[in-house]
Every structure is written in C-alpha cells, then in structure tokens.
C-alpha cells in the first residue's frame, strides 16, 4: 500500500521520511517539477531538509493524478490558510474511502474553521474519515531521527489505531485520541503563544518572562478549547502542552524565531524578507483565533496582544505592560 503525501516542505518531506521509515512504501507530491526531480535524483531534499537523506522507499512526483492514482491515505501537509484552495483542485482525484490526514496548524481567515472542518467542507467527508496529527514534533529534529512522540486524533479510533501502526518506528512515537477539537485548538494557538514568547526573548527578557507567556498561553488555549468541547486532558498532553513548549522554546521554531525579530525591532514584512519570504503561521492565525475567542465569549490578553503587533501597528515594547497591566485576579 502506498501513502501520499501531499506537500514537500520541511514537515511534509520529514512525515514521509517518518512513514517510509516506518516499512511504508511513500509517494511525496511537490508542487514544483524542479525540486521533485531532485528529490527522485538525490535522494535529498535539499531546499527544505539539507543533508538529510531520504529512504528509497520514498518516490516524489509532481503530477497530483500520480500521486493520487489509488492512494487510500492521504497526507495533506500544506500550509493552512492554503488548504481549501490546494484540496479544491485535488477532491476529483481523491479515492472514495481515502483516510485524509491533516498535517496543518491554523484556523482558516474568514471562515473560522479549524483544519479539519475545512477538509470535510472541501472534500465532502465524515469526520470519521479525517484525521489529524500534532505534537512536539520540530521537523528538522525529526529529520534527524531524534526521539519524539505525538498524537494522531480522529473520531474514529480504530482508524487512528491503523495510522498509528503505519507510522511507529525506532524514533517516532504516536498516541491515539479521538478528540480532535482540542488536537487542533492546541496546534493552532501554541503558533501564537510562540511568537509571544520570540518577542519577548528580542525584547531582552528571561527564563520567568518565558515561562509566565507559556503557562498563561496554555490556561487561554484551554479556555478556548472547553468554549468549543474539547477535552481539558488533550490541552495538558503532547498535542497541547508538549507541542507548545517545543514551539516557544526552540530557535527551530519558525514561530518563536519570527517574533524574536519583531521584538528586536523589525516589521512583519522584514522578519517575513529574513525568512525567505515565509510568514509564520501565527501571523496568520491570531486573527481568526482571537475572532472565534471572541465568538464563544473567550479571554485570549496574550492573542490579543499578539495580533495588536502583528496587524495593528502595536510596538512588542508595550507587550509586557499591557499584559501586567490587566486587573488582577485568582489563577483559577
């Protein structure tokens, strides 16, 4: 049986190395001719994982009729305000009884949805059939075969079981769980609460500033979750907690690396020129994020803030004293 993976960034490139790793026989679709040739000659991904060589069970191709002719699991790794439009011109290739994995972090712009609302909207599928992977899982480290563990949720738990099996390996441990509510809502704010923590860090502050932004970041991504059922232990396991720590911690994280420019003084569109053009998906996200908060009648200071900076013209500077600022009251 053969997996497609649909999208050859760093994570996409990185889960197809995982699942061919794992004794799977992959299909990894890029959208550029160029850069799939290259993975086929090289065995490399040289634009997105340099020095990393990939498995020969793993073939590239940038046909989507190739890369979906048959395939009865589908990775859709392609960045999240981007999904709807990319699953619009592939839903006519996909196999009838294809489970649909979700790869993505965000909340869709306008419509508020998380990834996999938008994927049953685009594709026409249950829920049952949708499934999402999230967790403390930094591609390159991956990439790298150092250990990690995540979450693969889907309502239906036999069929997380069956993706689970597909992808366990020496490096890479996956846990079942069918709440992808709180999978999802924990992928999408830990992005923002991580650019917090980068312009705190350009801002010059520590270890107790860091840990402040992460603890307080999780008790809004909670709140947030139970406004929309999700379960309060998914927010405290690797999809929530893990996922966040390792997103606000690490220099690997596009998130955190993106605000600690913004801290230091840069615009988005500079920090967006030294990134080679990529704006972090937190950029994106903290607006349909705070607008769905604000939907379910949620507190969400750090959200707030966060996207004050990024869309509004709010110096980071001013971050710390807007959030210290705030009325006082019980932790809990």
Known sequence: MTVTVLGAGSWGTTFAKVLADSGQDVLLWARRRDLAEAIAADRENAEYLPGVRLPDRLRSTSDPRE?????????????????????????????????????????????????S??????????????????????????????PTATVIACEDHDRAVALQRMCTNGYFRPYTITDVVGCEIGGACKNVIALSCGMAAGLGFGANTLATLITRGLAETARLGAALGADPMTLSGLAGLGDLVATCSSPLSRN????????????????????HGQVAEGVKSCSPIRELAARHGVEMPITEVVHRVCHDGFHPGEMAGELIGRKTKPER
């Open 117 to 146: 609302e938008v994927v049953a909207d685009v594709a026409g599928v249950g829920q049952d059939r949708i499934a999402v992977v999230s967790g403390p899982n930094l591609a390159k480290e991956i990439a790298a075969e150092q």
């Open 67 to 115: 890369a979906l002719d048959g395939a009865t699991t589908v990775v859709l790794a392609v960045p999240s305000q981007s999904l709807r439009h990319n699953l619009t011109a592939w839903r006519g290739l996909l196999h009838p009884d294809a489970t649909l994995v979700s790869l993505a972090k965000g909340i869709e712009l306008g419509t508020l949805r998380r990834m």
């Open 256 to 275: 955190r690396t993106f605000g600690e420019r913004l801290g230091r003084g840069e615009t988005v569109a500079q920090a967006q020129a030294a990134q």
